[in-house]
T-cell receptor, first 113, second 115 residues
Framework: GQQVMQIPQYQHVQEGEDFTTYCNSS?????IQWYKQRPGGHPVFLIQ?????EVKKQKRLTFQFGEAKKNSSLHITATQTTDVGTYFC?????????????FGKGTLLTVNP | DAGVIQSPRHEVTEMGQEVTLRCKPI?????LFWYRQTMMRGLELLIY????????DSGMPEDRFSAKMPNASFSTLKIQPSEPRDSAVYFC?????????????FGPGTRLTVT
């Protein structure tokens, strides 16, 4: 079945440093979504990418969707303490169904002030 | 909009007891999902409903787990009997449609502890 892998599992940075997390799917995706979960909180939708090679920006966050639509990345420029949390990517499919999202295990980002 | 509402927020129970988790999705959303999150296994989809009908319950760990959606504004996840390994955070999420093209809105979760 479909697998969505994320690396790294953990990342600790100093405030002001950049951060990148990578997401790889075993199958081609029609779209990919990114979520953020603050410690003790719930996943919150950040963005969806649909087109091959698409790049979207949200302030200091840059999201990319690979040309083959099997990988994606999230890059944060000049991290702040408010960026702390776990970042998940998710793609439709899994178990032969497009009805659901398959989530990666996430990357936990901690920021040292 | 109040978002997805879950209750209770925390539940502590003893092994063997019945546990019922409740969810009210966002009005107008046609799909509802129940997830379980643990450190070891991450975010796991247990079951999802489309228009109140269970579509896929392949993620339900065993017969002790059951879920219902009697109407568009209410769903329950029941564990009977509960076991310590069921301890986790259970999230309910809803979306406009059943396909992975729609973003999912998660509730605050229920933290379940089974002793």
């Amino acid at each position: 079945g479909q697998q969505v892998m994320q690396i790294p599992q953990y990342q600790h940075v100093q405030e002001g440093e950049d951060f990148t997390t990578y997401c790889n799917s075993s199958t081609t995706l029609s779209n990919i979504q990114w979520y953020k979960q603050r410690p003790g909180g719930h996943p919150v939708f950040l963005i969806q990418l649909v087109k091959s090679g698409e790049v979207k920006k949200q302030k200091r966050l840059t999201f990319q969707f690979g040309e083959a639509k099997k990988n994606s990345s999230l890059h944060i420029t000049a991290t702040q303490t408010t960026d702390v949390g776990t970042y998940f990517c998710a793609g439709p499919g899994g178990g032969g169904s497009n009805y659901k999202l398959t989530f990666g295990k996430g990357t936990l980002l901690t920021v040292n002030p | 909009d109040a978002g997805v509402i879950q209750s209770p927020r925390h539940e502590v129970t003893e092994m063997g007891q019945e546990v019922t988790l409740r969810c009210k999705p966002i009005s107008g959303h046609n799909s509802l999902f129940w997830y379980r999150q643990t450190m070891m296994r991450g975010l796991e989809l247990l079951i999802y409903f489309n228009n109140n009908v269970p579509i896929d319950d392949s993620g339900m760990p065993e017969d002790r787990f059951s879920a219902k959606m009697p109407n568009a504004s209410f769903s329950t996840l029941k564990i009977q009997p509960s076991e310590p390994r069921d301890s986790a955070v259970y999230f309910c999420a809803s979306s406009l449609g059943p396909f992975g093209a729609y973003e999912q809105y998660f509730g605050p979760g229920t933290r379940l502890t089974v002793t």
